[in-house]
């Protein structure tokens, strides 16, 4: 008998990355690659990151600290919570999956959009509950419809403010309303990943005040955006005491590596930093909504590193076209494409290799 698998895993498709800068130079013979497809940031990160890195080198023999004791004092500090009440992850991936082992059991409804961050379909479904999809309205979440499906089932409700990938946010004041209507047995996830970004005045600014009201919320963030450490594997959840020990239950024990510890630490302090990346993100939306609105496409205004817009052609072929030219960007339904904001040189790069791909395509020349 061959060995067997479980079946809520049957239907599930593995995670497939976008081939590596080193790949797609190797493949079309390209010195220079620039990749806007990760969100990722285009300043890297601080230089106190490096710094404190290089000074934990010699330990990386040594197990981390499976508490992340100094990383949790210096994020509460900085929220003005317990320690208690912080739990940093291996990215925010590993704490969606962490909720979704916590949480969910066979049969629980897990309300989220449509469309929005994958990973909140996949555990669902690995923990055999019920992917219960709302569409987007205007490409913004629906929150009215997100109330209207609350069952007796309903276990979890995601929320991503702003979303990935439209971009796009609700209010603080669209936020209260909705959570004074959900049961308080319902766990409300609040993903933040991409909050450093926003620009528009009416969103929730501190979010962390709504755990005074609301036990059952918890905010999700993740050093992997603003703050510029993806490949270190970093990110943290704020909740209640109750809930953050239990989620530390079902957590590897050292998932947040030595130089993850000491690098998040660092960001965190640098905000000159952030407000160098926030200042550059918000020039280079601005830039590339002008130059999509000379060409006649339509685009998505949003509220974080990334932009969605309609180019008119199958978006696969466009992702082809672009990649051989050196751009990586990420293809999404039908025609529409969805681009990380660059520095200014990249996104000028963009523009130019895109004009030059759409042109043969039949696209933007008379635009
Ligand atoms: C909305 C959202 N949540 C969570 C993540 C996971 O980020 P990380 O695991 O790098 O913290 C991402 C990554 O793109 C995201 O877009």
Redesign the pocket.
Known sequence: MPVSFRKEIKDLVAYKPGKPIEDVKREYGLSDVIKLA??ENPLGASPKVKEAMLKVMEEFSLYPDGNCTELKEAISKKYNVKPSEVLP????????DMIAKTFINHGDEIIMADI??P?YMDTARIMGGTPVLVPLKNWTYDLEGMLAKITDKTKIIWL?NP???TGTMFSEKALLDFLKQVPENILVIY?E??NEFVTRDDYPKDSVQLLKDYPNVLI??????MYGL?SL???YTIASEEIISNINKVRCPFDVNRFAQAAAIAALEDQDFVKKCYDLNKRGKEYLYSEFEKLGYEYIPSETNHIMANVEKNSGEVFLELQKRGVIIRPMMSTWIRVSIGTMPQNETFIEKLKEVLAPLGGCENK
Request: charged share 25%; hydrophobic share 30%; glycine share 6%.
């Open positions: 990760s969100n992850s291996a990215g925010s991936d590993e704490m969606v929005t961050f990973r991503c979303n990935n990938p993903d990943a991409y999700l963030k993740t050093f992997s955006k993806a594997r970093v990110g």
